[in-house]
T-cell receptor, first 113, second 114 residues
Framework: NAGVTQTPKFQVLKTGQSMTLQCAQD?????MSWYRQDPGMGLRLIHY???????DQGEVPNGYNVSRSTTEDFPLRLLSAAPSQTSVYFC????????????FGDGTRLSIL | DQQVKQNSPSLSVQEGRISILNCDYT??????FLWYKKYPAEGPTFLIS?????DKNEDGRFTVFLNKSAKHLSLHIVPSQPGDSAVYFC?????????????FGKGTMLLVSP
């Protein structure tokens, strides 16, 4: 029972490099989302999707792109990494029923030098 | 402007006693609230939720109380166990956004000592 799987678990980038953080879920959830967590902060929503082909911005979308070509996958792209994007990134999913809680992956720890 | 506030960064409790974690919110449109628990190097895990049509929800050792007039909710853990030591996040959502977004507090680190 894999749930939400994030890869990689750790990554170090240089400023200006690009990268894709992968997120996959095997629960057939329509809703998927990306959050970042910084020290002393709660989780902040970057982007979310309510189904294949549909994405929308969250609280902190700048510098990130997403796409949703399948129900299972929701990759997060950094086109030109900046030190301010050093953070722990969490992917989550839930069914479309709004009263269902989100299930989180174990995170990707990203450092940008 | 922080819409969900957890004003206590940390809380220490002895095993067997009650732990009370507090959360305040400012957005009156929030009508669905959740508590998540997070261990180091893991993702948050859902603990318990409450809708604004209720003022209490209970699940085993965990009870969440909601005071809508004060825009305040609390999580009670009774009895507390060492395995409860973790960071607890309060989160809120609103029907007018289709519950599409969760707004999190900064978290409270709970330490339960034997």
């Amino acid at each position: 029972n894999a749930g939400v799987t994030q890869t990689p678990k750790f990554q170090v980038l240089k400023t200006g490099q690009s990268m894709t953080l992968q997120c996959a879920q095997d629960m057939n959830h329509e809703y998927m989302s990306w959050y970042r967590q910084d020290p002393g902060m709660g989780l902040r929503l970057i982007h979310y999707s309510v189904g294949a082909g549909i994405t929308d911005q969250g609280e902190v979308p700048n510098g990130y792109n997403v796409s949703r070509s399948t129900t299972e996958d929701f990759p997060l792209r950094l086109l030109s990494a900046a030190p301010s994007q050093t953070s722990v990134y969490f992917c989550a999913s839930r069914g479309l029923n709004s009263n269902q809680p989100q299930h989180f992956g174990d995170g990707t720890r990203l450092s940008i030098l | 402007d922080q819409q969900v506030k957890q004003n206590s960064p940390s809380l220490s409790v002895q095993e067997g006693r009650i732990s009370i974690l507090n959360c305040d919110y400012t957005n009156s449109m929030f009508d669905y609230f959740l508590w998540y628990k997070k261990y180091p190097a893991e993702g948050p895990t859902f603990l318990i939720s409450i809708s604004s049509i209720k003022d209490k929800n209970e699940d085993g050792r965990f009870t969440v109380f909601l005071n809508k007039s004060a825009k305040h909710l609390s999580l009670h853990i009774v009895p507390s166990q060492p395995g409860d030591s973790a960071v607890y996040f309060c989160a809120a959502s609103a029907r007018n956004s289709g519950y599409s977004t969760l707004t999190f507090g900064k978290g409270t680190m709970l330490l339960v000592s034997p």
